[in-house]
Every structure is written in C-alpha cells, then in structure tokens.
C-alpha cells in the first residue's frame, strides 16, 4: 500500500496509529477528522497529526449533516439502545465511514485506518460501512495489530517519538464526544462497583452545583424536528448546543450503564447526554399527544430494532432505510411545543400542546364538563371480555 487514509480524533490511540503505520507499513498517511462537535481547537489538531507523521489532514464541519441525516432519524425512531444509551457515538461512525470512503477515492488512496479497539464496537461500524461504500478498499485496523498492551504504553511510545497528546497516566479515560453526546470510559470505570468520579464528567454538573432554581424551557417541534427554544427560532445544531449548555447546568443526561456490545462481553460505559435526553423525551411526549394508542404502542417495538442496528453498525442496510421510512410516516403531526422543567439532574415534562393534539378533556375530565358516554361502557365491557368469560372455572 502506498496511502492510507486515517479516520483521526487526535485522541492517544489515533496519534500513535499515524507514527506505527508509517512505520510498519512505509506508507504515508493522510488524516482525516470529521468535526461533529469533538474538537474545540482545529489549530492543535492539525499541530498533533503534524507531530504524528501525518503528510495532511483533513478537518471538516460535518455537524449539520450529523444533525439532519443522522440524529433526526434516531430522535424520530427514539432510538437509545437497550432503552439508556442514546447512540451517540453510534450515530457518528457511519458518518466517518461516509467521508472516510471519499476522501479516500479523492486521494487515490488504496487503504483506510481507523484507531478502534478490536474488542470494541466501533470497529465493526466503521469497517462495515466502509465495505458497504466500497469494498476495494483495504483497512488498517492498528489497535488490533500492535503490540501495546496498555494505554500506559502508548503514553510512553508518544512520548518516545514526540508526538502530542491530552491523556495522561493520571487521567486516561478514553473519550469519545459530538453533539448527540459524550462517551467515557476506561481508568477507574473499568470496575463496576465503583462511582465514577466528577473528574471523568466533562458536560454535567454535580447536583451539588446546580441551580437551585428550576428552569423551564419551551421546545418547539415542527413535523418531528425541533425549531425553536422559548419561542426563538433556531438551526437544529444551534439548538442541541444550546440544550446541551443549559442541562448540563442542571446535571442532566448522565448515563452510568452496563451494556451488551456486539462482540459478546459486557462493558461499563458512561455517558452524557444533557440534549439527547431532553430531545428524546420531547419528542416522545408530542408523539403521545398527537398519535393513536395502537401506532404510538407498535413504534416502541420497532424502536428496540432500530436502535440495535445503529449499535451493531447496520446504518448502510435496507431495514435500517425502510424503517426510516416508517417512522417518518406520522411526522407531519409531530408539531407544537412541549415544556420541560430542569430540576436536580432531571429533565420533567409539564406542559405539551399542538394542533394535532388527539387529547380531548370533555372525553377525559371527570367534572361536570363530561362529555363521555359512561352507559357504553356496559356493552364494552361485555364484548371485551367475551373470549375469556369462565376460561379459569373449575
């Protein structure tokens, strides 16, 4: 191989996978580094695959695409995996593997790399979609050939060989962040019988920080896709930012959970994800209100699929498409604004209106304003019942 095109976070891993690839394999190396929200400083970026060996370095704002194409149809599917996890990370990797593949075909290049573990998941989601995208080229997968050990040796070898990083021995949590979310693990999280300290949480604050203050926040939502934030119109980007910000203040959307990876063992990851929790339980509350019993209850069911092929790196799959489809159905009708209060790390729906809304309160009041025909109820019950009537008799 003479090129290769690394998928790049100017995290540890990736910046050790420049220098051992060059090395290893005498090719020279492009990076690329999709910017969905992980990288605060472009400038120490570029300045880290430079001290790597990289010949250069892509770095693109892929965050209104990551919006639109890719959190949009997990917010319609209600996707969180294994009902916490709301895929954040997930949802970008197929992204990566979109742009990974095209920059590939635009430099000529004949392999991709990426710097996920072999034990991982996302290793899975981005070799897939590479494949999917274009099965002539070849991948690296670094972390499943070196001879590292340890995140320690890694220190070790980029310190050896100049090369910048942000993780030290003291603090090596492997983080994974974009606007849907940050993913943390490794260190002291690796035991699960252990609270995770306030050091590993870089989004959220301690309930002993927060406001003691409630804040009540208006999300407008127009056909499915939330456009405004106490009444001020906004991009959808914008948005999640700002939703972020403002949860975060109040110690909302900290996941602690163990979960079932792909590869067959059980890891314990934690997550925050102050947006994607209030969005998620925005949009779920509008859809109760302007949808039937029978579609809001089958959605759930499909949900529990949808999630899992995201998880399991089946974004580029004809299921993953038709069930786009599916949930894109009824979005239309997913129109109004919910209310939401922030309080002591909890994020509490209060309020919920549109003019879709299913909701009557003469069928649901039980004061003089009644408009439900109780002597129906007689019959309904008769009927309802009939197939069970003295099944358990002796």
């Known amino acids: 191989m003479k090129k290769v095109v690394l998928a790049y976070s100017g995290g540890l891993d990736t910046s050790c996978a420049v220098r051992w690839i060059r090395d290893t394999y005498g090719a020279e190396v492009v ?3 999709a910017f969905i929200g992980e990288v605060a400083d472009r400038k120490l970026l570029a300045k880290k695959a430079r001290s790597a060996g990289a010949s250069k370095i892509y770095i693109e704002d892929l965050k209104a695409e990551f919006a ?76 499943r050939e070196w001879s590292f050990n340890s995140r320690e040796e890694e220190i070790d070898y980029a310190k050896q060989h100049a090369i910048l990083i942000s993780a030290t021995k003291k603090s090596p949590y492997s983080i994974d962040k974009n606007i849907w979310g940050i993913a943390i693990e490794a260190g002291v999280l690796e035991d699960p019988w252990k609270e995770p300290p306030e050091d590993a949480y870089l989004m959220t604050r301690p309930l002993a920080r927060v406001p003691k203050k ?23 980007v914008a948005l999640i930012e700002r939703l972020n910000q403002l949860g975060g203040q109040y110690g909302v959307g900290r996941i602690d959970q163990i979960e079932n990876r792909l590869v067959g063992i059980k890891s314990r990851e934690l997550y925050e994800a102050p947006a994607a929790t209030i969005l ?3 949009h779920e509350e509008l859809e109760s209100l302007v949808t039937d019993r029978e579609f809001f209850h089958y ?96």
């Open 214 to 236: 409630p804040l009540y926040v208006n999300i407008g939502f127009k056909g499915g896709i939330p456009v405004s934030l106490n009444g001020k119109p906004m991009v959808l």
């Open 299 to 394: 959605r759930r069911v499909l949900s529990e699929k949808y999630s899992e092929l995201v998880y399991y790196g089946l974004w580029f799959t004809p299921l993953r498409e038709a069930l786009d489809q599916f949930f894109a159905t009824h979005q239309k009708r997913v129109t109004g604004v919910i209310r939401v209060r922030l309080e002591q790390g909890n994020a509490i729906v209060v309020g919920r209106k549109s003019p879709y809304s299913l909701y009557s309160e003469k069928l649901a009041t039980y004061s003089a304003k009644d408009e439900f025909d109780r002597t129906a109820a007689e019959g309904f019950m008769k009927i309802w019942g009939l197939p069970y009537e003295g099944r358990l008799k002796k």
């Open 280 to 282: 998620h339980l925005a």
């Open 68 to 143: 639109r194409d890719f959190i949009v149809p997990a917010l319609w599917a209600h996707a969180k995996y294994e009902g916490k996890y709301p895929l954040a990370t997930s949802l970008g990797r197929p992204l990566i593997a979109k742009h990974l593949v095209r920059i590939a075909e635009k430099e000529k290049a004949d392999c991709v790399a990426h710097g996920c573990t072999g034990k991982g998941n996302d290793q899975v989601r981005i070799e897939v979609g590479v494949k999917t995208l274009n099965p002539k080229l070849k991948v690296i997968a670094p972390l």
């Open 31 to 33: 990076c690329f580094s």
